[in-house]
């Protein structure tokens, strides 16, 4: 695409609000990234549906984006529309025990709305810093359950552009694992089936956890949490530690002191800096310990 298609495809898009070259390492928590091409803040289904349209007129890439909490964009950035899903999509309403939620919440958020509500089953969600529709495509967990415990269904856009309700048996929900990332699927909108509960039991849970996290994982400095999946019957922290990296630094990114699972920004590290630390922490631990690490982080462009 030269210069004058990209502006004649923001043009088509001018009804939504959208941003050119936006710079990304502002929308993920690890700090890093360069600029999106263009930068699409949805507040409807039918933005969603428009940009996508746009998106497969002009033949260019398009992605989801949420919190920008497990995401490590290049720092060349993204040649293509991000199709970002914040606060203007949000809404989150509560009818008994089930919660519907749009892909754009928060996680804390909703938890905080369901302890309100007294209703148990989010506790383990609410120190995650990532929106519905991100955690319900990674099916983020903590503390021993995972969003697919607690979802009935999640309405999508499909391949094609059609719009689905696909119940959570029909997810093919495993660890960090789901249908939507196996496919492509986009999440408009999640439904939940929580318990009724007490709402002070609900919120002392809550607190512990968040405190639990506290004390053990590097919460001040930028990262995009735990960097590496779990491998099977291994803690890849653990790995980490054993194989003498904690402190290991690649320019301003480091293998924390504090949890050597977490890769954190230590002050303007670039996306290839964590990408360099990333190979060395695997290389370093398969040549120790037999154990490829497999990154949990979605590195684009690295
Ligand atoms: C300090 C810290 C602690 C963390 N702790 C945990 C933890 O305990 N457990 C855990 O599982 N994770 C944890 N994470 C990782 C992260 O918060 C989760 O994976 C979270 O669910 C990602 O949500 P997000 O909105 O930030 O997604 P993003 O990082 O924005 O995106 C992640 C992936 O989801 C896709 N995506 C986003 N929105 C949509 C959508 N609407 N439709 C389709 N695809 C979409 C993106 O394209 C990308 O592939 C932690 C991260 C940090 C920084």
């Given at each position: ?15 939504l ?12 928590t ?19 549906l428009?940009?996508?349209?746009t ?19 290049s ?18 309403t509560?009818?008994?025990t ?14 905080s709305i369901?302890?309100?509500a ?17 955690a ?9 359950s ?23 048996k ?22 939940f ?22 004390a ?5 400095y930028?990262s995009a949490?735990?960097f ?5 019957g291994h ?5 980490i ?6 402190g290991?630094s690649?320019?301003?990114a ?25 190979r060395?922490?695997?290389?370093t ?7 490829m690490l ?5 590195i684009?462009?690295?």
């Open positions: 695409m030269n210069e004058s298609q990209w502006n004649r495809l923001a043009r088509t898009l001018s009804g609000q959208v941003r050119e070259n936006e710079p990304l390492r502002q929308h993920t690890i700090k890093v990234g360069g600029p999106a091409r263009l930068f699409v803040d949805v507040a409807s289904q039918q933005d969603v428009d940009t996508l349209a998106a497969r007129l002009f033949d260019v890439p398009c992605m989801a984006l949420g919190n920008g909490s497990n995401m490590l964009f720092d060349a950035g993204y040649q293509g529309l991000i199709l970002h899903f914040g606060n203007r999509f949000a809404a989150i509560v009818e008994g089930r919660v519907r939620a749009q892909s754009g919440a928060m996680l804390s958020r909703l938890s369901a302890s309100g007294d209703l148990a089953g989010l506790e383990f969600a609410g120190g995650i810093p990532g929106t519905v529709g991100g319900a495509l990674m099916n983020a967990g903590a503390f021993g995972s969003l697919c415990d607690v979802i009935t269904w999640v309405r999508c856009v499909m391949p094609d552009g059609s719009i689905q309700k696909i119940p959570v029909e997810m093919d929900y495993g660890y960090r694992h789901s249908r939507a990332m196996a496919e492509g699927l986009l999440i408009l909108e999640v439904e089936q929580l318990r009724e509960g007490d709402g002070e039991e609900i919120r002392t849970l809550m607190m512990d956890y968040v405190a639990r996290r506290k053990s994982q590097p919460l001040s930028p949490g735990s590496f999946k779990r491998p099977e803690f890849a922290g653990a790995l530690e054993a194989a003498g990296l904690k290991t690649v320019g301003g480091q293998v924390s002191e504090k949890h050597a699972g977490f890769l954190i920004n230590t002050g303007g590290a670039t996306a290839q800096d964590f990408v360099t630390l990333s060395h922490v695997q290389d631990v398969e040549q120790q310990f037999c154990v497999e990154p949990e982080v979605r684009l462009g690295g």
